[in-house]
C-alpha cells in the first residue's frame, strides 16, 4: 500500500557532505513522524533522526549539530542533509515513516535502506 523509496546514498571522503531524500507513496492519507535511521556492519539499527508533522526535530547524540532532518509534506518527503560526515557514519541509512493510510489504518513502514560510506 505505501512505499518508501531513498536516494541520495554514495561514497565521501571525511569532512565531506551528502544529501538522502526518502519519499514516500501510494495509498496515503497523511504522515505522522518521519525518520532516518541507521545501521553499521554488526551493530543494531539505531535512530538518527526524527521529525514530526508540525516539523518538531531530534536528533542521536553522535549526529546533532552535523546532520539536519527536513520534510517536504506536499512531496511526502524527507530530507537527511549530512555535514562533516566522519569514518563512523559509514552505515546503511533507512528511511522510516508513521502512515496513516486512506483506510485510516496507521502503520509504519520501512525503505529498502540507501548505503553510506565515509572514507578517511
Known amino acids: 500500500q505505501v512505499q518508501l523509496v531513498e536516494s541520495g546514498g554514495g561514497l565521501v571522503q571525511a569532512g565531506g557532505s551528502l544529501r538522502l531524500s526518502c519519499a514516500a507513496s501510494g495509498s496515503i492519507f497523511s504522515i505522522n513522524a518521519m525518520g532516518w535511521y541507521r545501521q553499521a556492519p554488526g551493530k543494531q539499527r539505531e535512530l538518527v533522526a526524527i521529525i514530526t508533522s508540525s516539523n518538531s526535530t531530534n536528533y542521536a547524540d553522535s549526529v546533532r549539530g552535523r546532520f539536519t532532518i527536513s520534510r517536504d509534506n506536499a512531496k511526502n518527503t524527507v530530507y537527511l542533509q549530512m555535514n562533516s560526515l566522519k569514518p563512523e557514519d559509514t552505515a546503511v541509512y533507512y528511511c522510516?515513516?508513521?502512515?496513516?493510510?486512506?483506510?485510516?489504518?496507521?502503520?509504519?513502514?520501512w525503505g529498502q535502506g540507501t548505503q553510506v560510506t565515509v572514507s578517511s
Open positions: 522510516n515513516a508513521h502512515v496513516v493510510v486512506v483506510t485510516l489504518i496507521r502503520s509504519y513502514y
